[in-house]
């Protein structure tokens, strides 16, 4: 499904993001994306803490990338803390080799 909506991205702001680069055998990338695509919507979007989330796939097969936002670290924090955030992880970590979430904030943005 295709949805137009714009993101902001802004270093002026205290939002924080999750990028989360998962590693994945290719056979089971669409798998993994689609997990996290119904995980978002069912368990995140609502969240008063969750701003937008944004998945990438690698052209290789390899890699799947979640790029989320949150209002805040407290926000995305008090969230891991919930039961079925907890069960979307270990959902999403079954289907990847490995992960690496990560918390960041922007420091700088540049524009063509």
Do not use: C, K
Not at 82 to 96: F, N, S, Y
């Amino acid at each position: 499904m295709s949805t137009t909506t714009t993101i902001t991205v802004d270093s002026d702001s205290d939002q924080v993001t999750l990028v989360n680069v998962f590693t994945v055998d290719p056979e089971r990338q669409a798998e993994l994306v689609d997990a996290l695509d119904r995980a978002t919507a069912a368990v995140f979007v609502g969240d008063p803490g969750f701003v937008s989330a944004n998945l990438h796939a690698s052209l290789d097969g390899t890699r799947v990338i979640n790029y989320a936002q949150w209002t805040s670290a407290t926000a995305y924090e008090t969230a891991l803390a919930r039961p079925e955030v907890r069960q979307h992880i270990g959902e999403a970590a079954g289907l990847a080799t490995s992960y690496d979430p990560t918390l960041v904030q922007v420091r700088a943005v540049h524009h063509a």
